[in-house]
């Protein structure tokens, strides 16, 4: 209860500082002194929290009538004060803090029909009466959510409702693009329909800013590419890591409308998977989104028979917590298990069950051995090799044309291109969309990978690129040198970051990569190429694919400040016998 209750106290900061225009501390009523945003935090928000703990209902309700006398929009103090009403004994009050609460915007009317802190008033007749006007309410609260988003979003962007798509639309993208991420949103519904049967009541605000800039006017303290928030219903995507993060984010939105319609909470596990699933797709048709593999599949073959590898009941079992301190690793996993399934054609058939049996089997472990009619030991050795047969050979490159693909995308977007490299030599450039190589069509990395796997040191290839719609042709010639995976260097020795994330520099090998690009001992190094990295085998996983040349972007945090580096790695160098090099 607790934590449900923090949770929502919590959202009304969130829809203040993202969904809302910012809330202007006027007063009450007159006379009443203004509070500001600080104030308001600290001194309200906390209070009924500390108040919760201590089971003091009636002093947390007092504290959120504070609150609601500053702010009497609030639809979640409403709530939380209906229930702290209920749970103290005092009724009618708590029925009409309930329908302030609902009058307010507050419509998470399936977590309201379960809450036990509501018990003492649900058999009343007005409680009956208020959930009967759920679709009033619901319209009411999109035609607040609309008119705030306009006020709030529309100097600056485009702000669009599509009524249909359950969508509030608000992005500053040139039309063309803006068209092409509406056609995005309307395909993904399409395809998730047969999937998810419940769809959103309240409407979802996507956001796509044009820039990185302006996403990080919108989320500046996330290190991520885009993000779900499932209490706001808000969507933000940052469009320069690639449409498939709209496709990863929207599918996140539709599932849990699916789970608010059947009053459950899935795993993480099956949130993340279903979301990485869709992440590389191709399209067919009007309707239907084709899983395509990315960079999740070459992080789990390269850890698969490491101690990186976590055994899929374990994973199947964690919480958000343990799952995100693993993160690398258990997002690749889920990922290929859904795939896994989908590849048998039994993904439908597994949700459907799962959802039928939440009650007894929370974890999807009881349906996983029931759909494939397996325990899970032989589920996981069969799973793990058909991980190893699908990436094979594709991860198995002698050459390098030197450049870096976004890591969700419906299409091979180029993120950056090494200095000095075959691609560099040619003209790519960042934002490029590789179309065809030797007259093969690239729709994932995965392609790209598996052309290059066929390449031989010397050959040349033929590659059309995509450049402000607009095909351009070049032919690329690689080195006769053999570029063997694995062999970039960087010159660091790294040890686990105990009770932390990421991993902590402890030699930095002098004359190195790490040494001129000015890495530090003691530094922390927490992403490569925005891979997260829980353990040493993580580190190995990524540089398995490196070859000298290639230049590796790092978040590192030094002198408990978040800094960011560009290291171009080299090969390894002769040493004397008992000097260690680093990796």
Request: proline share 5%.
């Amino acid at each position: 209860m607790l934590q449900r209750i923090f949770t929502a106290l919590l959202i009304s900061l969130a829809i203040l500082c993202i969904a809302a225009p910012s809330y202007n501390p006027a007063v009450a009523e007159e006379g009443q002194a203004s509070i500001t945003e600080k104030e308001y935090w600290t001194r309200c928000l906390c209070r009924p929290v500390i108040s919760m703990r201590a089971k003091k209902h009636d002093q947390a309700l007092e504290v959120l009538l504070e609150i609601l006398s500053y702010r009497p929009d609030d639809a979640s103090c409403w709530y939380n004060a209906a229930c702290c009403a209920a749970i103290i004994g005092e009724k009618r009050d708590a029925l009409n803090y309930l329908e302030n609460a609902f009058e307010s915007g507050y419509v998470d009317f399936g977590w309201a029909e379960k809450d036990p802190d509501l018990d003492s008033i649900r058999k009343t007749m007005k409680y009956r009466r208020l959930m009967a006007k759920k679709r009033q309410y619901y319209e009411k609260a999109n035609a607040k959510r609309l008119l705030s988003v306009k006020q709030y979003y529309s100097k600056h962007y485009k702000v669009k409702l599509y009524e249909e798509d359950r969508v509030i639309f608000v992005s500053d993208a040139p039309e063309k693009q803006y068209i092409r991420l509406l056609d995005i949103i309307r395909r993904v519904n399409a395809n998730h329909r047969k999937l998810f049967r419940n769809e959103p009541n309240i409407y979802n605000i996507v956001l796509c800013p044009s820039s990185k800039e302006e996403y990080n006017k919108h989320y500046p303290p996330m290190n991520v590419l885009g993000v779900f928030m499932p209490r706001t219903k808000t969507l933000f995507v940052d469009m320069n890591v690639g449409e498939g993060t709209l496709v990863h984010e929207y599918t996140h939105a539709l599932h849990f409308a699916d789970q608010e319609g059947l009053g459950q909470q899935h795993p993480i596990w099956i949130v993340e998977g279903f979301a990485t699933l869709f992440e590389n797709s191709s399209f067919s048709g009007r309707s239907k989104l084709i899983p395509r593999h990315g960079f999740r599949l070459m992080h789990l073959y390269k850890m698969l028979e490491s101690n990186a590898f976590i055994p899929l009941k374990k994973v199947m079992n964690y919480d958000h917590r343990r799952f995100m301190a693993r993160a690398g690793a258990c997002y690749a996993e889920s990922r290929l298990l859904m795939y896994y399934l989908y590849r048998q054609n039994k993904l439908y058939e597994f949700y459907y069950k799962y959802i039928n049996d939440y009650e007894t089997d929370p974890t999807g472990i009881h349906t996983l051995r029931n759909i494939l009619n397996k325990p899970m030991e032989e589920i996981e050795e069969e799973y793990k090799a058909f991980v190893n047969y699908i990436g094979k050979g594709i991860y198995d490159t002698k050459v390098s044309l030197g450049v870096k693909l976004t890591m969700a995308a419906l299409n091979c977007l180029v993120f950056e291109v090494d200095e000095g490299s075959p691609a560099d030599e040619v003209g790519i450039k960042p934002g490029d969309i590789l179309y065809s190589y030797n007259g093969r069509r690239l729709r994932s990395s995965s392609d790209l990978t598996q052309e290059l796997s066929r390449e031989k040191p010397g050959d040349t290839a033929r590659i059309v690129i995509e450049r402000d719609g607009k095909k351009i042709k070049f032919e690329v010639t690689y080195p006769e040198e053999e570029m063997i995976p694995g062999s970039g260097y960087m010159g660091v020795k790294l040890t686990p970051n105990k009770g932390s994330e990421g991993l902590v520099v402890a030699y930095v090998a002098k004359d190195s990569p790490a040494d001129q690009y000015g890495l530090q001992t003691g530094d922390i190094i927490i992403e490569i190429d925005s891979q997260k990295l829980d353990s040493p085998d993580d580190f190995k996983s990524v540089m398995a694919t490196k070859v000298p040349g290639n230049y590796l972007r790092l978040l590192i945090i030094r002198d408990k400040k978040m800094l960011r580096k560009r290291i171009r790695l080299s090969k390894k160098p002769t040493v004397s016998g008992g000097i260690n090099p680093g990796v």
